[in-house]
């Protein structure tokens, strides 16, 4: 039925926004990820970190950007410290080394507050397709298109998905708030 396979595609499109809003997440180890959101401002353009230059991590608790363009390392340092991550970028010949410090309890329980945070925003966009699949079943009933019985069991097979994915998204959350948590 071409409306759960929609749902299920949306639900889907609702989990892996969320794994890409997690990794952005900082946790105790260097993670080229967290730079994944970070804007740089180069050649009269708003690029991302990882277009104009590769991230890697050396060491546990550093990263190292090297820009294709080395006059673009003044850029990207202003980038990370405007991202507002709490972490300071060094300009290192034509690299930028950013250094991870180690991460307090409060810190911890602001990142794992962001990540609940995260977590609860997938859901509710699960819930709101369920809403539209649901809406758009009814609307074929009352347009003559399906009857009573198919509608109860669509409805059924949409709540199905919608509790799976919002187990999915508790499941990443979890998987996620577990990393930060680990010292």
Do not use: W
């Amino acid at each position: 039925m071409a409306i759960l396979d929609q749902t299920k595609t949306k639900m889907l499109a609702v989990i892996e926004h969320l794994k890409s809003e997690l990794k952005s997440i900082r946790t105790g180890r260097a993670n080229p990820a967290m730079l994944d959101n970070v804007m740089v401002e180069v050649y009269g353009t708003s690029m991302r970190i990882k277009d104009v230059g590769s991230i890697t991590a050396p060491e546990a608790r550093q990263l190292l950007i090297v820009p294709f363009d080395a006059t673009n390392k003044g850029a990207i340092s202003k980038a990370i410290e405007k991202a507002n991550l709490g972490v300071q970028p060094m300009v290192d010949g034509n690299n930028v080394r950013i250094k991870i410090p180690p991460m307090d309890e409060s810190v911890r329980k602001e990142m794992i507050k962001i990540c609940h945070k995260r977590g609860e925003e997938a859901k509710v966009s699960v819930r709101n397709v369920r809403r539209d699949a649901n809406e758009a079943v009814r609307k074929l009933k009352s347009d003559g298109k399906m009857s009573e019985d198919e509608v109860k069991k669509s409805e059924k097979q949409i709540q199905e998905l919608t509790d799976k994915f919002c187990k999915d998204a508790d499941e990443v959350t979890q998987q996620k708030e577990a990393e930060v948590s680990t010292i």
